[in-house]
């Protein structure tokens, strides 16, 4: 590991969570918008209309969205010129659908968020968080902002890049063990839940990984799905453009076989809530599986 | 007369409920009185019997012989007619439903009414030569309904087409898009059909004999002559369909034998088979309810018919195949649906026509079309979606919008999308005209800007380099005024010589003999023309001459809102276009007292319109494909599917009633990661689309990957069906053109 990695990592650890002061116009909190997606049909449950919010911490050698990663750019849009625009297409949404922030780290922006999800919630839209949760962290002022936005959020995506700290960070640039909590803390709660490992040949297909992995995600009680993401290349381009070194260069993505493989390995057949599943639901009330 | 029941029709109607239907003609009142909706899934279905796969291998082998010769027989004598054939098989022993256009499988039959011209050029273009005798009648003796309109076209109309601003008009060839009340003849036999147009007959003309009250009479007589003829051919099948039908074999029997009367003696562009489905379901709930039939048995009507629909072919010329390619005769089934009471009209049947593409593969006949609302029970929405997914050959419309427009829930669609009442309306079809070209006409002072002809009226020229708006907006008009008049007018000819030398006898035979008519126009090249009016207008745009002054090229200055991205800035600009063409032509005196009906539809003719057409202000260079039908242009709708989709719905459909056609293609990882998300996926973006008063969506799922393979290795992927504007055809039967075409078009993806 780089000694600025390290760095880094102590630095975040040190210093307590500050809430990032984000711009405000008509009375409302900015966020940065790095794009829109009007036809979401594979970020959360039904159709739905995902906004991917600017500014990442992370840097997965996997990212395909690089061109998220730095904070404070893109277009600047209010709560509400998000959700008008949403609005438009809330036919499309059916009994499942609806809205969802992803990112880049759409933790960054929690105000952001926390703000446009409360306005979907008057409105009867449903609500989905999309994160790898790296920000996450039981301090405050942080945790009381955070519970702020899960009152508002109707199921959470969450992202395994690797169930090994010391792994995940070689891949991320950061340990894992707060994103573990994260799904820990929701599970607690019983916010429902997709989890997706990313499925890297030779990174993140180890079957003692994957077991392990396994191991974790039956201990959760609000898993309603559990995807594999295989690792794509659809991405590369972009680095180029950047002028960015792309790290994963030579890997292949996972064929069908070896994603069946994985899929068998982490049980993920065993993870079928997200078909009842309804805006609104706990994973409280449902028996532990 | 009195109509009273008599005793063959009580034992044939038997087990139904009673209502007017039993004295008056009125399918409408028997089907509404008798059938029964189904809210179930699909997990009655059966597979096809063993007869069924033997005859599909035997029709599919013939089929593939027929891709490698292009024509596998063909009449060059025998002029087709009701009664010119003897009867032709498949396999006779095994043949649940009966009944060939000609006497033998996939041979085309000779039809010249249409044009003498046209039947030559299509026999010898295929290597046949017509009988001298039936040439020499047709072009001395015997006029045909090509000589007439064009003894009658003017110097203006034949510029217009000779420049390729109207193109694809139907006067050498069948107007089609006649969907006839084909089951009269199952629930009533001809006999009481002819009595009811005597009836009629009696009743026309009961004073002055204008010359409309003679030819009301010359048809109607025509029209049981028909009828006659019908029974003459049902007998040579060993039926006698005089009477009623007695059960669900002779019920889809009867009803073939009006449609293959109607395929034998037309070639018109459509003929669809109307909307059949909760009809012929009452026949099959009696008999499994009498025991006499069972589910599988049931399956094998329905899939041997379906079968003979996929056998329909006419004789065409190159140059028609280029507008229409892939063979298509739009045998258009209409499914589903729902009654003016709100109860759907989703039956087992409706499953069992779709199960057809299970039981014999994907074809793209019949142009299978669901009649999609709200409303529909959600088992079969999603099973809908499982077969679009798996097959891509279903097209939705929306029956909300249909119900609302027309007054009525028993309209079938005609031709490729367009509604009609299936008990009175007639549509004149009347191909298209050209938008992106009155664009470049009015840049161009009326000139063709490819053959530098003057074609338009004559308008002063531009005065600058940068086109200002403004100006442009005038001449515009103008040209738009011109292109009405000419329209109509060559559609007045057509239509007027069509009724005169290629008479529908046999299909109104089977509709009431009051109709209403629509006069069906259709745009083409909209999104080009709409993007090049806001290039234009945002874009700061110049025009690049050549020394004839011929504009040759465009260059924007400026970016500009385009056609596709839910930005009103631009879809403001297709919706004015519509309406401005729609309200001019109306002005106009239209056949028959026909009321107005445009579309946005193109066909696979939107390759040969770009072909035709010069570089326009959009960007799109000379000879570049049109996007089909009602669809952004190519690469101009960047803002997501949902978005393209919404644009399209603000076209109004009440002036374009013959149809807004959108094609859609997604790659079924967009949908969704498993199966039954991909159906839900589905199922939500056609309610939304519907609900934002989106007409119609031909839905493609594949990726376009499989399409480059497919073009790579055709042998492979003999039956890959896919979507195309209006229909569905086997990938393998577009020009390499086209299929260029529809590999570069918008598939939308997700990352
Ligand atoms: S967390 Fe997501 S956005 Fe951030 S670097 Fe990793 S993959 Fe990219």
Same mark, same amino acid.
């Given at each position: ?167 995940? +960070?070689? %891949? ?8 573990? $909590?994260?799904?820990?803390?929701? @599970?607690?709660?019983? =916010? /429902? ?70 899929? +068998?390995? %982490? ?8 078909? $009842?599943?309804?805006?609104?639901? @706990?994973?409280?009330? =449902? /028996?532990?599986? | ?751």
């Amino acid at each position: 590991m780089s000694t600025e990695t390290k760095t880094r990592i102590r630095k975040t650890r040190k210093r307590n969570p500050r809430l990032r002061p984000l711009p405000m116009r008509d009375g409302q909190v900015e966020g940065y918008v790095h794009s829109i997606e009007t036809f979401g049909a594979v970020d959360g449950p039904g159709i739905r209309f995902v906004a991917f919010m600017q500014g990442c911490n992370m840097r997965c050698k996997f990212c395909h969205n690089p061109d998220t990663w730095k904070k404070n750019v893109g277009d600047k849009m209010t709560s509400d010129e998000v959700l008008n625009q949403a609005l438009s297409y809330k036919d499309f949404w059916g009994d499942k659908g609806g809205i969802t922030l992803s990112g880049g780290e759409i933790l960054l922006q929690i105000e952001f968020a926390t703000e446009l999800f409360t306005k979907c919630h008057k409105l009867g839209i449903s609500t989905c968080l999309d994160t790898c949760g790296q920000p996450f962290t039981r301090r405050e002022p942080w945790f009381s902002q955070f519970n702020k936005l899960l009152d508002v959020t109707d199921i959470v995506l969450l992202d395994i890049k690797h169930i090994n700290s010391a792994e995940h +960070r070689k %891949l991320t640039g950061y340990p894992n063990e707060n994103i573990l $909590d994260l799904a820990r803390y929701l @599970s607690d709660i019983g =916010k /429902p839940m997709w989890v997706r490992q990313v499925l890297i040949p030779t990174i993140t297909d180890n079957p003692k990984f994957l077991t392990e992995t396994s191991d974790f995600v039956k201990t959760l009680h609000n898993v309603e799905k559990f995807e594999v993401l295989p690792y794509h290349t659809m991405g590369v381009h972009k680095y180029a453009e950047m002028g960015v070194k792309y790290r994963l260069d030579g890997i292949e993505p996972p064929s069908d076989e070896h994603v069946a493989r994985a899929q +068998r390995l %982490l049980h993920c057949a065993d993870y079928q809530g997200y078909r $009842d599943w309804q805006p609104g639901d @706990s994973t409280l009330e =449902k /028996p532990v599986s | 007369m009195m109509n009273t029941v008599d005793e063959t029709q009580t034992s044939a109607w038997s087990g139904f409920k009673k209502g007017q239907w039993q004295t008056e003609i009125d399918i409408r009142d028997f089907i509404e009185k008798n059938f029964v909706p189904y809210d179930g899934d699909e997990s009655f279905l059966e597979g096809p019997t063993d007869a069924t796969t033997t005859l599909n291998d035997k029709l599919t082998d013939l089929k593939m012989k027929q891709r490698k010769v292009g024509v596998l027989d063909a009449d060059t004598k025998v002029v087709s007619t009701i009664t010119s054939h003897g009867p032709g098989y498949l396999d006779k022993d095994l043949e649940k439903i009966v009944g060939l256009q000609t006497d033998k499988p996939l041979k085309r039959s000779l039809m010249p009414q249409g044009g003498i011209r046209m039947a030559v050029d299509a026999l010898e273009t295929n290597g046949y030569k017509i009988d001298p005798e039936v040439e020499y009648f047709y072009s001395k003796v015997q006029k045909t309904h090509n000589e007439g309109v064009f003894d009658a076209y003017d110097a203006d109309i034949r510029h217009a087409r000779h420049n390729k601003i109207l193109t694809g008009l139907p006067d050498a060839y069948g107007r089609g898009r006649i969907v006839a009340d084909f089951p009269r003849i199952a629930l009533y036999g001809i006999d009481r059909l002819i009595a009811g147009k005597q009836e009629d007959l009696d009743l026309t003309g009961d004073g002055e004999m204008t010359s409309d009250v003679i030819e009301q009479r010359e048809h109607i007589s025509d029209q049981i002559k028909a009828l006659k003829d019908m029974k003459e051919m049902a007998k040579s099948y060993g039926c006698d369909i005089s009477k009623p039908a007695t059960n669900a074999q002779e019920a889809i029997q009867w009803l073939y034998f009006g449609y293959l009367a109607a395929i034998k003696t037309q070639n018109g562009a459509a003929m669809s088979i109307g909307r059949i489905d909760t009809f012929v379901d009452i026949f099959i709930a009696r008999d499994l309810e009498r025991g006499v039939l069972n589910e599988k048995e049931a399956q094998e009507l329905v899939d041997q018919f379906t079968m003979k629909l996929r056998m329909v072919f006419f004789m065409r010329t190159p140059e028609y195949n280029s507008l229409f390619t892939g063979d298509p005769i739009w045998a258009t089934l209409s499914l589903a649906g729902t009654g003016l009471d709100g109860r759907h009209h989703v039956t087992k049947t409706a499953y069992r026509f779709l199960n057809t593409l299970h039981n014999m593969g994907a074809a793209p006949e019949p142009n299978i079309t669901l009649l999609w609302s709200d409303n529909l029970p959600t088992p079969f929405k999603r099973y809908a979606s499982s077969v679009s997914i798996e097959s891509s050959t279903i097209q939705y419309e929306n029956d909300d919008l249909m119900k609302r427009q027309w007054g009525t829930d028993y309209y079938g669609i005609a031709c490729c999308v367009s509604a009609q009442p299936v008990d009175s309306g007639v549509q004149f079809f009347g191909a298209r005209a050209n938008l992106a070209k009155t664009v470049l006409y009015a840049l161009n002072e009326g000139r063709d800007e490819l053959t530098g002809q003057q074609v338009g009226p004559e308008l002063k020229k531009m005065s600058s380099e940068y086109i200002d708006y403004d100006e442009f907006m005038g001449k515009l008009d103008k040209m738009m005024d011109w292109l009405a008049d000419v329209y109509v007018n060559a559609l007045n000819i057509i239509h007027y010589m069509h009724d005169k030398y290629y008479y529908e006898s046999a299909q109104l035979a089977l509709k009431n003999t009051k109709l209403d008519y629509t006069f069906a126009t259709g745009l083409s090249g909209l999104s080009v023309a709409a993007d090049s009016i806001s290039a234009i207008k945002y874009g700061h745009v110049k025009a690049i001459r050549n020394e004839d002054g011929l504009t040759v090229g465009f260059k924007a200055d400026k970016d500009y809102p385009r056609y596709g991205n839910n930005d009103d800035r631009a879809d403001e600009i297709v919706v004015w276009l519509v309406k401005q063409m729609y309200q001019k032509m109306n002005t106009h005196h239209l056949y028959k007292d026909a009321q107005l009906s445009t579309s946005a539809l193109t066909i696979t003719s939107n390759v040969v319109y770009g072909k035709n057409t010069g570089a326009t202000p959009n960007g799109r260079e000379l000879g570049e494909p049109f996007a089909p039908g009602a669809n952004p242009a190519y690469g101009a709708d960047i803002s997501g599917a949902l978005a393209s989709l919404l644009s399209v719905a603000k076209i109004p459909y009440k002036y374009a009633t013959d149809g807004i056609s959108n094609t859609f293609a997604v790659t079924p990882t967009t949908l969704g990661k498993v199966e039954d998300e991909q159906e839900d996926t589905l199922v939500n973006m056609i309610d939304g689309y519907m609900k934002n008063s989106g007409h119609h969506i031909n839905v493609n799922v594949f990726k376009r990957e499989t399409l480059i393979d497919a073009q790579k290795h055709p042998e492979q992927y003999p039956t890959l069906t896919i979507r195309v504007s209006g229909y569905c055809v086997y990938f393998a039967d577009l020009t390499k053109e086209q299929q260029d075409d529809v590999i570069s078009r918008t598939f939308h993806t997700s990352m």
